[in-house]
């Protein structure tokens, strides 16, 4: 007789995996490629473990392709697992939600390289549009995808968290890191555009120096000193140091980790997506994106280009415009125009009537405000409260007496004395009284017409 022990085996999925890798592949590179495909399978928890599989071999990869001191992530290994995971037809809100918790929450140098691989799939589908042209049913799907992993990412002032390992800092980063936390000092963007432009505006300065030289020289026979521009820590300075990769220095600055976000986002926001997509972002605008970003002010189109279509889409791009006039000293000169063209009686049966009406309290705080501007909503909202449902009147009557708080010369609309003794013409009160009557239909009402008789 034999003895039988049963030994503990492992999960199915996990064995299926292991089995396979082992089969094909031998090195770490050849099982991350084999194991790529297995983020499209349909059983979740296979694509968590394979997801896990798959950044422990990147962690072994990056660890052994660098030195102990230089640790960086290969991203061109990232690169292919993000790409797998936005063009996978069953990615699903779990595996995302185990990416995000395990993974980008955690580590900071995962945040950035997400962030980085994301822009490029932006551009390329934006290239790829140019090119051959994109189905906008297409492009609106593949738009959630990408702000399905947007949505959750915030970038951080302390970067201390890293999942290859923490970089070393050059003396002359150290030194100068002062600099980056200036705003007139920030780098720019990483973009074809922003470097023609860079490179153009510096041209014009050389040659605006040569013809000062030029100019004085001829005046007075002498050449006026040239004045050097500030010295900025810059990417080139840092790849003049010895022994260190600018990179390092971009994983360990917070500057750098909003510039990267900032550069994602602003390509994101370039595709075609869905009307509740962009309810959503423009919603949570003031509060997720706004904060990750070097330079707030760079939303400025996109949110006036919302704040122009009226309707629910300009009443949600109200907050985020806000911000950036009170905040970051954005200049919209057809604000309030565009913002009394929104206070319609419609705007009382809106999902966000509250937050509108509080936003528009607040625009109409300003001690700025000149007198008749203040007085043309002032009237408006007087206007709008004869047909606004009860809670409309309420809010009428309320940002009314704030406006004449705020304004006392708007006491006038509300308390005029007649000039000399004249006597007021109770005629012309009563015919413009009926006139209203009238157009509410409440003329043809029983009642009113048995208190007219009796008038009579």
Known sequence: SHICVKMPRKAKSEEKIVQKVEAVAKTPEEQ??????????????????????LMNLLKEISTKRCQKENLIMNDELFAKIVKSLVYSSNLNEELLEFFGEEFVAQNDDVK??????????????????????????????????????LKNMETSDEIDKFFIGEPTLSKEYLENIKDFDSDDDVPDLDDAEDKKR??????????????????????????????????VVSEMTLKKSKGEKPIKEKLSSPIHHK????????????????????????????????????????????????????GVISMLSLSGLLVLMTK????????????????????FSTKYKSRFFKLLDISLSSKYIPGYVAASFAKKLGRLSLTAPPHGVTLCLVLIY???????????????????????????????????????????????NEGRERSK
């Open 32 to 53: 991350f490629e084999t194991l790529l495909n297995d983020l499209n399978n349909k059983n979740v928890k296979i694509q968590k473990e394979t997801l896990s599989k």
């Open 112 to 149: 950035y390289y997400l962030f980085v691989n994301l822009r490029r799939i932006c551009v390329e589908k934006m290239k790829e549009r140019k090119k051959k042209g994109i189905k906008e049913d297409d492009e609106v799907e593949f738009s959630a995808k990408i702000y399905s992993f």
């Open 198 to 231: 860079k490179r153009k505006l510096a041209k014009i300065e050389e040659e605006n120096y040569k013809n000062q030289e030029k100019l004085m020289k001829k005046l007075n026979g002498t050449k006026e000193p040239r004045k050097e521009p500030k010295k």
């Open 259 to 310: 510039k990267v976000a900032q550069s994602c986002w602003l390509n994101f926001l370039k595709l075609n997506m869905s009307l509740s997509q962009y309810k959503e972002i423009l919603l949570n605008l003031e509060r997720d994106v706004i904060p990750s970003l070097v330079s707030p002010a760079f939303l400025s189109d996109f949110l006036v280009d919302s704040f122009d279509q009226g």
């Open 328 to 347: 970051y000293n954005l200049d919209y000169p057809d604000y309030y125009q565009k913002l009394y063209q929104l206070l319609t009686i419609e705007s």
């Open 402 to 448: 704030n406006l004449i708080l705020r304004n006392p010369s708007l006491k006038v609309l509300i308390d005029r004395e007649p000039k000399g003794k004249e006597q007021i013409d109770l005629s012309v009160l009563l015919s413009s009284y009926f006139l209203v009557i009238n157009s509410t239909g409440e003329a043809n009402s029983v009642d009113w």
